[in-house]
């Protein structure tokens, strides 16, 4: 039997996921007023002009100016202080898609006093002081797409035999380049589409309460906030909706050759040890 609309989870980062609607219907509002893409990634957008973005950033593109990465080779992507080596399967005008073997090499903003970040009770999350660690990816392997221009990558998560779970619609700012990979920055909220009931999948909103708690916290204002959530209606529509690219292609079932399966290591670069030592009193410093 499948769970009814309305029907109310835990997320992986501790926060809520909320069973929104199912493909193939109406795609269900979640802003409450209308703004266009643009006007509202001129809203969010202000990010990439704070303190939270990697130090080469200003030298980067958008995506769709910059140069082309070559399958198999090994690039960073970066979400601001977090550092994710990964590899290239595919990058062409579509978009970029890169997969991530099992123990490839991260760096992420944790707590400074050790706790996980999900163990942080909600409404001080985003006001703690952080330091970055060292991690490994952890699981399954993971296709990941970053369509061009677009204000989201898809996760397309898998079992350890192989099978796939379903989508992770991570709403983020549409990437830009360099050399050496590709810069966004995550917009916390997301959406989840499940793998089952082919055409009919169930689909989650995840993670509006941290949203929101990011608002009460200072780290996005409510105007901010709203935009971001005109963005999970575009992805709705646009994307998840008509299982638009990359959904229509079958991503979750990709099996690398053994070469793209090696885990990806971080270079040992000025950027890499730059990165290793940031630091903030809270979410929006450092």
């Known amino acids: 039997m499948r769970l009814p609309l309305g029907s109310v989870d835990v997320s992986a980062s501790g926060g809520t996921a909320v069973l929104l609607g199912r493909r193939g219907e109406p795609w269900p509002r979640i802003a409450t007023r209308e703004l266009s893409p643009e006007e509202a990634l001129d809203r969010v957008g202000a990010e990439f002009a704070t303190g939270r973005v990697a130090p080469g950033f200003a030298a980067s593109v958008p995506s769709a100016e910059g140069c082309r990465f070559t399958p198999g080779q090994d690039i960073l992507w970066r979400y601001g202080r977090h550092l994710e080596a990964v590899r290239v399967v595919r990058d062409d005008d579509r978009g970029l898609v890169v997969w991530i073997p099992p123990g490839s090499e991260r760096l992420e903003s944790v707590p400074a006093d050790g706790r996980r970040t999900r163990d942080v009770p909600m409404a001080e999350r985003f006001s703690v002081p952080w330091v970055i660690r060292a991690a490994h990816w952890t699981g399954p392997g993971l296709v990941r797409v970053a369509p061009t221009g677009k204000p989201w990558s898809v996760w397309f998560f898998r079992r350890d035999d192989g099978t796939p779970t379903g989508a992770y619609v991570n709403l983020e700012l549409p990437h830009r380049r360099d050399a050496g990979g590709v810069y966004s920055r ?89 990165a290793r030592r940031r630091s903030g009193r809270v979410s929006g410093e450092g």
């Open 186 to 274: 995550d917009l916390v909220m997301d959406l989840w589409v499940d793998a089952g009931h082919a055409g009919s999948e169930d689909v989650w909103l995840k993670d509006a309460d941290e949203l929101e708690a990011t608002v009460a916290q200072g780290r996005y204002t409510a105007e901010q906030a709203e935009a971001i959530r005109c963005l999970a209606d575009l992805a709705g529509r646009d994307l998840v909706a008509p299982g638009g690219w990359p959904l229509d292609e079958d991503w979750g079932r990709w099996t690398p050759s053994p070469e793209l399966d090696v885990p990806v290591r971080l270079p040992d670069s000025e950027e890499v040890r730059a």
